[in-house]
């Protein structure tokens, strides 16, 4: 799996607020979408989150796959975000790895 976005932004400003109502989540990457639909814990408010591959500069994905993130963490490192940066996120030996590149 290798997605690559462009604008980090979409992702970046989606996760800083869905981080205030659920602080882990599970993305599901499939051939078209990668969505997060998550349930906060006092099971009040219900997240659906879809990013469709048209957003994204490079969307390979061989199968589904589910990810798994500390949305507060994940934000964190998104913060480093600025304009103009690319951001690639990479499966290998079943580990995340996000690349944030500068232009």
Do not use: H
Not at 4 to 28: M, W
Not at 63 to 81: A, G, H, P
């Amino acid at each position: 799996m290798k997605l690559t976005l462009s604008e980090p932004k979409y992702l970046k400003d989606s996760l800083s607020i869905i981080s205030e109502i659920v602080t882990e989540a599970t993305f599901r990457v499939k051939e078209d979408v990668m969505e997060l639909v998550a349930m906060d814990p006092a099971n009040v408010a219900l997240v659906v989150f879809r990013l469709v591959s048209s957003a994204f500069v490079t969307y390979e994905v061989d199968s589904s796959t589910d990810l798994t993130i500390n949305l507060n963490n994940f934000k964190q490192v998104l913060r480093r975000v600025k304009g103009g940066d690319t951001l690639t996120l990479e499966i290998e030996d079943n580990k995340l790895k996000v690349v944030l590149q500068s232009t």
